[in-house]
């Protein structure tokens, strides 16, 4: 046996065929990765989605056990129940003894009399499986949720993988984001910013009224505190919006008389 040799014990294992510290160890379902596309909302606030997936599963006639309802298990008499046989191999260091995982009950150390018809005894059959996942606020795009054991199942009651959801955030043609902050424009009459008033703009929340004071520049970025995107420990950013002029391309004969009246007096 390798088992007090430490990392000298876990390679001569490798070489001679499994032993060790690492014998014995049952198999592992694969990992799955999968895209998934957000709104910029549900990125913000965080949401639940439903994902279909067609994976090895748990075989639902036989729960997983790999026995067809109804019959019994026994200790398999390979093993005698231990999920491991040994092997003595003859090396220039002397007689090694080395343990493997027993095949006939791939490590488990009992096995169905009558084997599951829908399994065929692994266990595991391939199938459609629906699941809800919630997805934290804050995430952006390349980021990555693991969800543990949610991958391919293992047969034999193996240890099943994981599932990987690779985020993509949608554009939304009203905001931008910056950090935890999000951004847009309001574009307001000229004559807003000369003599002050109120604007609508939109935000996450929905529908605010801003109060714009009287010679307020264009450019002016107002901050909403705490309407930004949701942080991973609580708290939310800010939304800043840029307030932009609507100038007109065409004016009628009335307004161009009443610009030029105002451009006399120096405006």
């Not at 090694?96 to 490590?107: D, K, M, P, R, S």
């Not at 604007?199 to 996450?204: F, G, K, M």
């Not at 714009?212 to 901050?223: C, L």
């Amino acid at each position: 046996e390798f088992g007090d040799l430490g990392n000298l014990g876990e390679m001569f294992g490798e070489m001679f065929g499994g032993g060790g510290r690492g014998g014995g160890r049952a198999s592992r379902g694969r990992d799955i990765e999968m895209d998934i596309e957000l709104t910029f909302r549900e990125a913000a606030f965080g949401v639940k989605k439903k994902i279909e997936l067609y994976r090895d599963a748990t075989c639902e006639k036989c729960k997983g056990d790999g026995a067809e309802p109804g019959t019994k298990t026994a200790t398999c008499k390979t093993c005698q129940g231990s999920g491991q046989v040994k092997h003595t191999q003859r090396t220039i260091f002397g007689m090694i003894q080395t343990a493997a995982v027993c095949e006939e009950c791939a490590g488990r150390g009992k096995k169905p009399e009558q084997a599951c018809r829908e399994c065929k005894g692994t266990g595991v059959k391939r199938r459609d499986v629906s699941m809800e996942i919630a997805l934290p606020a804050g995430m952006s795009t390349g980021e990555a949720v693991k969800v543990s054991g949610q991958g391919e199942a293992a047969p034999h009651g193996g240890r099943a993988g994981d599932l990987y959801l690779r985020v993509t955030v949608k554009t939304d043609p009203r905001f931008a984001r910056e950090d935890h902050d999000v951004l847009s424009t309001a574009t307001l009459p000229l004559t807003t910013f000369i003599l002050g008033g109120i604007a609508e703009v939109e935000t996450l929340d929905g529908k605010r009224t801003i109060h714009i004071d009287a010679g307020t520049p264009i450019g002016t970025v107002v901050s909403l505190r705490g309407e930004g995107i949701t942080f991973a420990r609580g708290g939310r950013g800010n939304h800043r919006v840029t307030l932009v002029a609507d100038v007109p391309k065409k004016l009628s004969r009335e307004q161009k008389q009443l610009l030029e009246e105002l451009k006399k007096e120096g405006m």
